[in-house]
């Protein structure tokens, strides 16, 4: 199959996608003649990445038409701002073939440093945004039989470390919550794709949440060493493109620890204790 090809045509909204992983993956859409809807809280790195992915178009070797690329600023913990999400996506676009739930905070503090209503933010970011923003587009979604949702999920949803019990525990729920819905959604032609995601090179824990709501400031050594997103974008459109229910793309290390918390759950509980980077 012509890798520029195989999305032409197709409407995609991403969300968290300033930057990072959201970015590569909004980029590769973008390069194989998809429509795009992009969204973060940032409209000046939206239209940043919206410029360079028409920059990137033009230098590429084709004769097809750009698609086009609708910038949809949106801040998961305010419900006020998706108001005018949808009436702006019926408008530019008839209908959605995938909506790509990228957006995130993660978490860096020991439970009993951690505030309620850190734990409440986390959930409204991570868990309560993607599901409003799901029952909103549902309705909004085409007949395309490979129509989807593609949920970026992480290792950390089953194999769960010290220090990250909040991000954890959004990442457990949001896989409960998206395996029921493609159970329910199968009938209308709409799969369910949860990518369960290893380390990938971003600045996610920079901005983690340390138990007081502030930022933790800093990358994570094992995230540095991470894959680079654009190759998690391409592994991520190969999934979607095969239809796959679920998929694990991660290094060998996280694969390892998936495999052993699914399987050997008290060895890896007893294993987890050990983790070095734990800090007090």
């Known amino acids: 199959m012509n890798k520029r090809k195989r999305f032409k045509g197709k409407v995609v909204w991403v969300t968290g996608a300033s930057s990072g992983l959201g970015e590569a ?148 729920a949001l896989n409960g919550f998206y395996d029921a819905l493609r159970a329910e959604l199968w009938q209308n032609a709409i799969g369910v794709t949860i990518v369960i995601l290893g380390a990938v090179r971003t600045k996610i824990s920079v901005n983690a949440a340390l138990g007081d709501g502030n930022s933790y400031g800093q990358m994570d050594p094992f995230l540095e060493k991470g894959m680079k997103p654009e190759n998690a974008a391409e592994q991520i459109l190969k999934a979607i493109e095969r239809g796959q229910d679920e998929v694990v793309i991660a290094q060998w290390k996280f694969r390892w620890l998936v495999f052993r918390r699914r399987f050997f759950p008290n060895w890896a509980a007893r294993a987890i204790r050990h983790t070095p980077d734990r800090k007090q």
């Open 25 to 172: 993956l909004t980029k590769a859409f973008y390069q194989e003649g998809a429509n795009l809807a992009i969204s973060a809280r940032r409209r000046k790195e939206l239209e940043r990445v919206r410029d360079e992915c028409i920059e990137e178009w033009n230098s590429l070797d084709v004769t097809d038409p750009p698609g086009k690329i609708l910038v949809l600023p949106l801040d998961l913990s305010d419900p006020r701002s998706y108001k005018n999400i949808e009436k702006s996506l019926r408008k530019e676009f008839r209908e959605l073939d995938l909506l790509v739930h990228n957006a995130g905070r993660t978490h860096r503090a020991l439970t009993m440093d951690t505030s309620i209503k850190v734990y409440r933010d986390l959930f409204e970011v991570n868990f309560f945004g993607p599901l409003e923003l799901t029952k909103m587009a549902i309705p909004f979604f085409s007949k395309n039989p490979k129509s989807r949702i593609v949920v970026i999920s992480s290792v950390a949803a089953i194999f769960s470390g010290p220090m990250r019990s909040g991000y954890n525990a959004v990442k457990r």
